[in-house]
């Protein structure tokens, strides 16, 4: 399976995409896979630094630096991709209520407008699991104002996922959620679909997205659909 340049399925290997949030524990799976599977001739990852890669992936990744705050004056860097990934986000510890309302809503919605504007014409977003604009809980509130704003930018396809807690090992230390993620790993041998996911299916859900024909102009994938279509791509190694 490949990528075609329209961003839809099947199709020879060529077009372009880009990350956003590639730093992340779910950006930094979804760039292993798309480096290891080459399914796009153009790969770039846009963000406010580069990062640290081996040779053989540095030298097909495209990095692109941004100021997210003057995100407008960077309209080049979304210009001439067919997929748009996204998985930007931070927390409200990390950066504060307002800071964690403008990267994880604001940032977002507006590169989905640049993108848009530069020709993207499938955009795939990371969102959570019971996110809600009506939601009496800032994070689920702001994770569902932004899967509206990225719906009414008018892509020809948008995709919008809402994993469960995200299973991962994280190069920060969060020790309230490493217990938590060891307990969910525990329930998740039971309930594998109901609680929680780990990052790379995820990261394969987001590839599968792109690669499976139709769905929609917009679908949403509850952490159910995730698993299932996370398991459409087979693990690398494994093909």
Not at 36 to 60: K, P, Q
Not at 106 to 133: M, T
Request: hydrophobic share 40%; glycine share 14%; charged share 20%.
């Amino acid at each position: 399976m490949a990528a075609g340049g329209g961003g839809g399925g099947g199709g020879g290997r060529g077009g372009s995409c880009f990350v956003l949030g590639a730093s992340g524990e779910t950006g930094r799976a979804l760039l292993r896979e798309l480096l290891s599977r080459r399914l796009f001739a153009r790969v770039a990852a846009i963000g406010r630094r580069r990062l640290s890669l081996g040779g053989e992936s540095a030298a097909a990744l495209e990095q692109v630096v941004v100021d997210f705050e003057r995100l407008s004056e960077h309209a080049a860097a979304f210009q001439g991709h067919d997929v748009g990934f996204c998985c930007l986000g931070t927390t409200r510890a990390k950066a504060g209520r307002a800071g964690f309302i403008r990267v994880d809503r604001d940032y977002v919605a507006q590169a989905a407008e640049l993108a848009r504007a530069g020709g993207c014409k499938h955009f795939i977003l990371q969102s959570s699991q019971g996110a809600n604009e009506h939601s009496y809980y800032l994070y689920l509130r702001v994770k569902g104002e932004v899967e509206n704003l990225v719906q009414a930018v008018g892509f020809d396809r948008c995709t919008i996922l809402r994993p469960a807690v995200l299973l991962c090992t994280r190069q920060e230390s969060r020790p309230a959620e490493w217990i938590a993620q060891q307990f969910l790993s525990l329930v998740a041998r039971v309930f594998p679909t109901a609680y929680s996911v780990p990052v790379e299916t995820v990261a394969r859900a987001m590839v599968a997205s792109v690669l499976k024909p139709g769905g929609g102009k917009v679908e949403v994938l509850e952490n159910k659909a995730i698993h299932e279509l996370g398991k459409a791509v087979p693990q690398q190694g494994t093909e």
